[in-house]
Structure formats: structure tokens, C-alpha cells
């Protein structure tokens, strides 16, 4: 083992000579950590709704006052003629424009009925069906508002009445942070700590000096091995440190075990440092290999349910991401920082990261070709 003990030194003096390294194991995960759980909103607000108001009756002005006191909706024109709506539209300046007939509210006392026309931008998929889904849930409300204000009382035999109250468990206020620190976290720790293994054998070959490690007795295992070990130091500290920008910024706290995450964090960093070595083995240059991690970077991020739910992808697309370890860890993350979940709810989780992390440092090894 004294090979692998001076190798040890060897690459703790050289991750500790690199003078950026305090900027990428500090400065550049507390930016990030900070800024993009604010950025990655779920809550959209600021609809630009722009409204044709044929009628100009007391009714339709309740309606477009409802509307603009929601919080979720921002008036950008008010007006009687649909050629302009529609030009709002056209200009990306509104994403809805609502169009209240002539004689609304007159044939809404008179019959009981009247429809509006409601046109929605949808070149944002997901903002033009959640500002559709609040602007049909404000029209419901109104509309039993004014049904109890209109219509006269009748006496009516006693009706059953279903009464829902809903209970949220785990995150009863919906705060989105609680939901979306714990996984960028994770897309920290993964961009941090794979890219860095990555670049280790990489820089090797480009200052000259795998040559002088190749004709050493240093066994393939002990150098995969010498190279893997720092930088699990690297990840934990980075996950620490991130774990307490959590609680101090946003006053997360894990409800469950601290030794439970730690325990997985160490299966996952042997997973995902074994990708990064593997990276390291086919590529010639750091330029190489970041083109590489970060084409495999994008598609952790956006496969691995940081951002959309795994369930909702297609059935080949959730084969793919059961592939990738970064999918178990951030499902890890909210179970045990949210839920408070255990070893025995993610004893699968470690095991499948840690078959992942053997068949992807076995590769490494068996591809890192060792002359003497």
C-alpha cells in the first residue's frame, strides 16, 4: 500500500497548488446554490393577459378586476376591438387575451349562460397552460359568485355536500425551494466532482507526466485508485459546505438521518468519479474531455428529474435515466431531506448506484493502459 500512500500525497499537493481550486470549491457552488434556486421558479406569475371588453357592463368590469387582483395575471391592454388583442399577441406583449361579448351580462341574467372566448400564445407550452389553468379557475370562482348574488333563494330540501380539505404532506406551504435545493445540490456535487476526475489523468498526459507514473510498479488499481480517493474528500467537502448554504439561506434542514445522505454520497461519488476516470481514459486533452462532460452534463441535468418529473417521460427515456446515478441521488435527496426516509427506503437506491459505480470503475481501470 505505499505506492498508493505517495500517490496520495502526490495528488493532494497537486490539487492544492492549483489556485483556482478554492474558487471551484467554494465560491462558484455558494453563487450557484444561491442564485439558481431563485431562477428555477415552478410558480409562474406575470401573465400578460390583455382583455376585449365588449360589453363594458358592472359584471364584465368585476371580472377584469378579479382577474388583475389575482397575483398571477398583468393587464398589458384593455380594450374594444380584437384587432388590437391580436396585435399584443403578434408582439409577444400578451400570452392570453380574454374576449367578453356584447350583452354578457344581460344574457347572463336572462338565460343563466354565456360564453367567452379565451386565445392563448402557446408558443410556451407551459406557461400558456398554466396561465389558461388559473384564468379558467378565476371564471369558475366568478361564476359562482355572481350565480349567489343573481338568483334568487329558493327554499330547497337539504342536499348532500362534499366539503374537500386538502392536506399537502411533507411540504405543506408547496415552497418550491425545499423541493429544488436538495437537487441542484446534487447537480453541484455531480458537475464539480465528475469534471475534476475528468481532467486528472487528462492533465497527466498533457504536462508529460503519466510517463514517468507509467514506469513506476504502480498497479492500474492502486493509480485509479490514488486518482479516485481525493477527490471524494473534494465532493464531501463540496456537499457539506452546500448543505450549510442551504440551512443558513433558506433554512432547509434534512429531517432525516445526516449519516444516511453521507452514506449514499460516498456510493455516489464512487459511481459518478468512476465516470469521470473513464472520461479521462478515452480523451487526449482537458479540452476533450469537457466537451464530453458537459454534453453528458445537459443531459444529466435535464434526464435525471432535477426539472421534470421522471414519471412523466416516456417509457425509453426513464430506461435511459435509471442508467444514471445522478437520478438516484437527487430522488435520495428529497426523500431524506423532505421526508426523512431511511436506509431501509433507499437500500435499492445504493444498490444500483453502487452496481453502476463498480461496472464504471472496473471499466476505468480495465481501459487505463499502463506500459512498462
Given amino acids: 500500500m505505499r505506492p498508493l500512500w505517495f500517490l496520495l500525497q502526490k495528488e493532494f499537493r497537486q490539487i492544492f497548488r492549483d489556485k483556482g481550486f478554492i474558487g471551484r470549491l467554494f465560491i462558484a457552488p455558494a453563487i450557484q446554490l444561491i442564485l439558481l434556486p431563485m431562477a ?50 403578434e408582439n409577444d406583449k400578451a400570452d392570453i387575451v380574454l374576449e367578453i361579448p356584447d350583452g354578457f351580462a344581460q344574457d347572463l341574467i336572462k338565460e343563466g349562460s354565456k360564453k367567452v372566448a379565451i386565445e392563448v400564445n402557446a408558443i410556451n407550452g407551459v406557461k400558456a397552460s398554466v396561465g389558461f389553468g388559473y384564468l379558467s379557475g378565476i371564471m369558475t370562482d366568478y361564476n359562482n359568485q355572481i350565480r349567489m ?26 415552497t418550491y425551494y425545499i423541493f429544488m435545493v436538495p437537487a441542484i445540490l446534487v447537480s453541484l456535487v455531480t458537475g464539480i466532482a465528475g469534471l475534476s476526475a475528468a481532467f486528472n489523468i487528462v492533465k497527466e498526459k498533457e504536462i508529460g507526466t503519466i510517463e ?61 468519479l468512476g465516470f469521470g476516470l ?24 435535464m434526464m435525471s428529474g ?37 436506509f431501509a427506503d433507499i437500500r435499492f437506491h445504493i444498490l444500483y448506484v453502487f452496481i453502476i459505480g463498480l461496472v464504471l470503475n472496473t471499466w476505468a481501470i480495465l481501459n487505463y493502459r499502463k506500459t512498462t
Fill in 149 to 174: 348574488e343573481m338568483v334568487e333563494p329558493t327554499p330547497l330540501p337539504a342536499q348532500p355536500d362534499i366539503e374537500v380539505v386538502p392536506s399537502f404532506w411533507y411540504n405543506p406551504t408547496l
Fill in 306 to 342: 432535477l426539472y421534470t418529473p421522471i414519471d412523466s417521460m416516456p417509457q425509453w427515456a426513464k430506461i435511459i435515466t435509471h442508467l444514471f446515478p445522478v437520478s438516484y441521488f437527487i430522488d435520495v435527496m428529497r426523500m431524506v431531506v423532505i421526508k426523512g426516509s431511511g
Fill in 40 to 89: 428555477a421558479n415552478f410558480t409562474i406569475k406575470n401573465i400578460n393577459i390583455a382583455i376585449v371588453d365588449h360589453d363594458h357592463s358592472t359584471v364584465s368590469q368585476e371580472l377584469a378586476d378579479k382577474i388583475k387582483s389575482s397575483g398571477y395575471f398583468k393587464l398589458t391592454g384593455y380594450t374594444d376591438f380584437n384587432s388590437k388583442a391580436d396585435k399584443l399577441i
Fill in 212 to 272: 514517468q507514473i507509467n514506469v513506476t510498479p504502480i498497479k492500474k488499481w492502486q493509480f485509479i485508485l490514488g486518482k479516485l480517493l481525493p477527490f471524494v474528500v473534494m465532493g464531501a467537502v463540496v456537499f457539506s459546505f452546500g448543505l450549510l448554504i442551504a440551512f443558513v439561506g433558506y433554512g432547509i434542514a434534512p429531517i432525516g438521518n445526516l449519516i444516511t445522505m453521507y452514506t449514499f454520497l460516498l456510493v455516489f461519488l464512487f459511481a459518478i
Fill in 278 to 301: 473513464l472520461i479521462s481514459t478515452y480523451t487526449e486533452t482537458q479540452q476533450q474531455a469537457n466537451s464530453l462532460m458537459f454534453l453528458f452534463m445537459m443531459v444529466f441535468n
